[in-house]
């Protein structure tokens, strides 16, 4: 059982504002204005870490004396994650205790057949979740805080997981020191474009026309990554971006060589159990226009975001169609023009009741990757982005969040995330391409979505022009 207590609200939201730890394992922030910002999450130390092996596809279930358990097919490890969440609904926050963690786009290709051209570049894994026992919730909304945990030992192997979370704080704390001195010594370091110059990224987009043309696709998403040596320590840097631009799905997640620190946008999927069942929602975000004056009445009339936004909406419903229940989806919100720190979006809710016989598995391989940076028919599309994007996407464009001990689900688009790791710090961006997308306004495009990464990096004087100029 959960045990579920109210807390002060001020020292929660002071805990909320402090300084990240460079220990921190995981943070959930929700942040800035909107009706979608409502849940952050400072959870306890982990006891456990489930992680996938991006290259040989092993997952291993740690503890803090090492590996306990481990499965050569990742979709049955990701079975057993959700096996144990067999709580209760409850009140309280949506989150209690339970994993949180990230899926890498390249799950995908576990469900559908799309080639193996791109290079994996990235040492990250495909997928890694972490279970922690507690924490402190805050519900922006209501203006109330929490104090959660598990009661008795909580979950663990055996009865010593306190010790053994003890053992494992101490020991991320080395490898946090060990990171904050690597980036200190490369701070001030310039983007470097390995994988696209501006010319190319262009002709990538002008060729996904001619795919649409041909009848391919509707439209496809293409991205492209920014690299750079680390010029800070991950939770530094995330500090700079959570408090600078705060955004509605926000996240911190660190392993002992890696982090991801995103700042999206995108609500990929929420569950929420109740009496009847389990409700189920996505958010896809389509349409992009930079915050000033007249902008967003422009997006607003823009025929062009409208039926790009509309494409996808009608794949989130069929992907929703194949796992809820007969007659349960529709969409709930058409198209909402939604303002965030630096940027408007376009986005729409399609909602359905999932059917009983459906798991963690069968939904993944039913809606992931998300439809909005994929694009339309998502197989065909997805097989586009293998042959166009030099290198493999990795976290970017996976899903980040939570799976509750009691079966409260919800999961960002990894969309605005700054990943890093052995080699440095990588940020991927991209744009949705349409019949009518211009390749220039595309290429602008993705570095409107890149400013507030850009900025927490360091990098403001990063310009269109040196990156027209800069390697391919």
């Known amino acids: 059982m959960i045990a579920v207590e109210p807390m002060d609200l001020a020292e929660a939201q002071a805990l909320l504002s402090s300084p990240t730890e460079a220990n921190c394992a995981a943070r959930l922030d929700s942040g800035g204005a909107g ?31 090492g ?36 899926l890498g786009y390249d799950l995908g290709r576990l469900f559908e057949a799309i080639g193996q051209s791109a290079a994996e570049h990235l040492t990250v894994p495909l997928f890694d979740f972490t279970w922690h026992n507690g924490g402190v919730a805050v519900d922006h909304s209501e203006g109330r805080a929490y104090r959660t945990r598990a009661c008795g030992a909580g979950f663990g192997l055996d009865p010593g997981t306190s010790v053994q979370a003890e053992a494992c704080t101490t020991r991320r704390i080395a490898q946090a020191e060990a990171c904050t001195t690597t980036g200190a010594a490369v701070c001030g370091a310039g983007f ?33 990554r920014f690299s750079a040596p680390l010029p800070d320590a991950p939770h530094v840097i995330y500090d700079r971006l959570r408090r600078q631009f705060p955004a509605w799905f926000g996240a911190y997640l660190r392993g002992d060589d890696w982090a991801l620190l995103s700042n999206s946008p995108e609500l990929f999927l929420r569950i929420t159990p109740h009496a009847g069942g389990r409700h189920v929602i996505t958010r896809p975000i389509k349409g992009t226009r930079p915050v000033g004056p007249g902008m967003r ?33 529709r969409v709930v919100e058409p198209r909402v023009i939604e303002a965030h720190p630096t940027v408007y979006h376009g986005a729409a809710t399609i909602a359905g009741e999932l059917r009983d016989d459906v798991g963690l598995v069968d939904l993944l391989a039913a809606t992931f990757p998300g439809g909005s940076v994929t694009g339309a028919p998502k197989i065909r599309a997805m097989q586009i982005i293998e042959e166009l994007e030099p290198v493999r996407r990795g976290p970017y464009c996976g899903a980040i969040g939570y799976l509750s001990s009691d ?9 605005r995330t700054i990943i890093v790791d052995k080699s440095g710090v990588h940020v991927s961006v991209g744009g949705g391409i349409v019949a009518d997308s211009v390749p220039a306004d595309e290429y602008e495009e993705t570095l409107v979505k890149a400013q507030a990464m850009f900025a927490a990096l360091g990098m403001e004087q990063f310009t269109t022009k040196t990156q027209r100029h800069e390697g391919a």
């Open 35 to 65: 009706r979608w910002a409502r849940w952050s999450y400072l959870p306890d130390p982990p006891v456990l870490r489930l992680t996938c092996d991006a290259q040989t596809r092993v997952t291993r279930l740690r503890d803090a004396g």
């Open 67 to 102: 590996v306990v358990l481990a499965w050569d097919d990742p979709l049955a490890a990701l079975a057993w994650m959700e096996a144990q969440c067999t709580e209760a609904p409850a009140g309280g926050p949506p989150f209690k205790c339970g994993w949180i963690g990230f």
């Open 192 to 224: 470097s474009l390995h994988e696209f110059s501006r010319d190319a990224y262009e002709a990538a987009v002008a060729r996904v026309i001619e795919y649409i043309a041909a009848g391919d696709i509707f439209q496809a998403n293409l991205s492209q």
């Open 297 to 329: 009445a422009e997006l607003a009339g823009s025929i062009k975001d409208q039926a790009e936004l509309n494409m996808i909406v009608d794949l989130e419903r069929n992907d929703l169609g194949r796992i809820c229940r007969i007659g349960s989806v």
């Open 407 to 415: 079966g409260h689900m919800q999961l960002n688009i990894a969309i």
